[in-house]
């Protein structure tokens, strides 16, 4: 395996897969233009001097150095290596978004399709246990005929700040719409589950609260430059990054310092963009947006996303003809409803209307049953600042990377080789999050294709 951009992705998940499992994949070769990443992550995985290289182009010069690449760069610098490594015959991991423009993906794509590559995108969601179960129910009929899945993505009030704020995605120009850069993954899990074609797009959504209006009185530049309001702004940089992570010596922290210490944060929050005033920041990114989707056969999706939670996770409902599904990602805990009796009950064994022990109007002994498809809470954690869907996304991380290992074997080896998040379904939720954003700038409903 290569590595082209060895930062939180290319390090932290792509790259720790390969130290984890190394008899699964190992890296030969990375190009990182920070000296300081890329020595830390060479020294790691013992990658001769030869193969460290300070740009993509340098490494893309080379000969080809291994059967699979991993492109984890930022997303305006995803054309470039993705395009040429997919003409030398590599076999390609693509770090989401693939495109950050509806432009940029029609070439790459027509490039990627001519050149025949093998090429796969990082939605993990779609291998985590949690959306896994949910799929399979679906499927398998246990709620009738699909009607309407709702999805919503709270990204944390802290996340927020963190990355679209006063981090790299914090302007769209910049980089990639905060929809497509932070939600392509429940684009893609709609497509997924729903499995057939958008036909329309409508969405809404604004930049309402990170703006100068809503700074408290005196508020300086920096969170360290003496705030006024430094007891009462929940944005406060200085308590998220050395107080209140101040055991956690990896993202978000290793984002703003590779010097993890009180000195190297408070440092960095005084001199790096991490520092800033959430109200006095150059951001322009929506921090809240809904999205509406139909589908070929009537059914509807829902999709929300916002930076005002104190959750980080994400929560799906699906409502079907005959039952609907209930269920959280950061504990795993799917809750599965039918409108028909359990099995071996008949409709005369059903209780009378009423409420059950927990509120809730209905039946309360008709067929509810609860599963556990991934993590659960740990009691010890602070999950107001917990970010468990990041660790490895609930397992998602390395679903995938076993998935393109295994595939990539198979290729090898002759055997028909597919990848369930292969090119073509990050092109379908990509212009739907491109049409989005266009409903929203337009103010009305946008067809799409057929």
């Known amino acids: ?80 290596p993705v395009v040429t490594g997919a003409r030398q015959g590599y076999a390609l991991l693509v770090e989401k978004p693939f495109a950050p423009t509806e432009e940029e993906l029609d070439a790459m794509s027509a490039a990627v399709t001519e050149s025949g590559a093998f090429v796969g995108v990082a939605h993990v969601l779609r291998y985590t246990k949690f959306y896994r179960a949910v799929k399979q129910l679906i499927d398998d009929g246990a709620i009738g005929r699909l009607v309407h899945i709702d999805q919503t993505e709270d990204i944390g009030y802290w996340h927020f700040a963190h990355s679209y704020v006063r981090g790299n995605w914090a302007r769209s120009e910049d980089s990639t719409p905060m929809l497509l850069a932070k939600s392509c993954h429940d684009l893609d899990l709609l497509t997924w589950l729903i499995d057939e074609p958008a036909v329309s797009v409508s969405s809404s ?49 290793t984002a703003i310092t590779s ?36 589908f070929d056969s009537g059914v509807l999706a829902t999709l929300r996303v ?14 079907g003809s005959h039952g609907e599904i209930s269920g959280r990602l950061d504990t795993g805990e799917i809750e599965v409803r039918t409108f028909l009796p359990a099995p071996g009950q008949s409709i005369q064994d059903w209780p009378r209307w009423d409420r059950d022990a927990e509120g809730r109007s209905g039946f309360p002994d008709d067929a509810t049953w609860k599963i556990v498809a991934g993590p659960t809470t740990d009691p010890d954690r ?50 739907i999050a491109f049409a989005a954003e266009r409903s929203r700038h337009c103010g009305q409903t946008v067809e799409l294709p057929r």
């Open 306 to 319: 916002g930076a005002f939670t104190a959750s980080n996770t994400r929560t799906i409902r699906v409502l």
């Open 259 to 294: 010097d993890t210490s009180p000195q190297g944060r408070l440092t960095a929050l005084q001199t790096g963009p991490y520092g800033r005033c959430v109200y006095r920041s150059d951001n322009t990114q929506v921090d809240h947006q809904v999205v509406t989707i139909a």
């Open 382 to 431: 602070d999950e107001t600042l917990g970010h468990r869907e990041s660790d490895g996304h609930a397992g998602g991380d390395d679903g995938l990377m076993h998935e393109f290992v295994e595939q990539l074997r198979r290729r090898q080896a002759g055997e028909v080789a597919t990848l369930p998040t292969h090119l073509r379904d990050a092109e379908r939720s990509h212009r």
């Open 1 to 80: 395996m290569s590595v082209v951009g060895a930062g939180h992705r290319g390090a932290d998940a792509y790259g720790d897969y390969c130290l984890r499992f190394p008899d699964h994949a190992t890296v030969v070769a990375v190009a990182e233009p920070d000296p300081v990443r890329r020595e830390q992550f060479a020294r790691q995985h013992h990658i001769a001097a030869e193969n460290q290289f300070a740009s993509w182009e340098e490494l893309l010069a080379r000969p080809r150095l291994s059967d699979g690449l991993v492109i984890a760069t930022p997303d305006r610098v995803r054309a470039g």
């Open 205 to 253: 959504g604004s930049l309402t609260h990170f703006t100068a209006d809503h700074a408290p009185a005196g508020a300086p530049q920096r969170c360290t430059d003496g705030c006024p309001a430094a007891s009462t702004c929940p944005f406060y940089a200085p308590r998220l990054y050395i107080e209140r992570l101040r055991s956690h010596d990896t993202w978000p922290v």
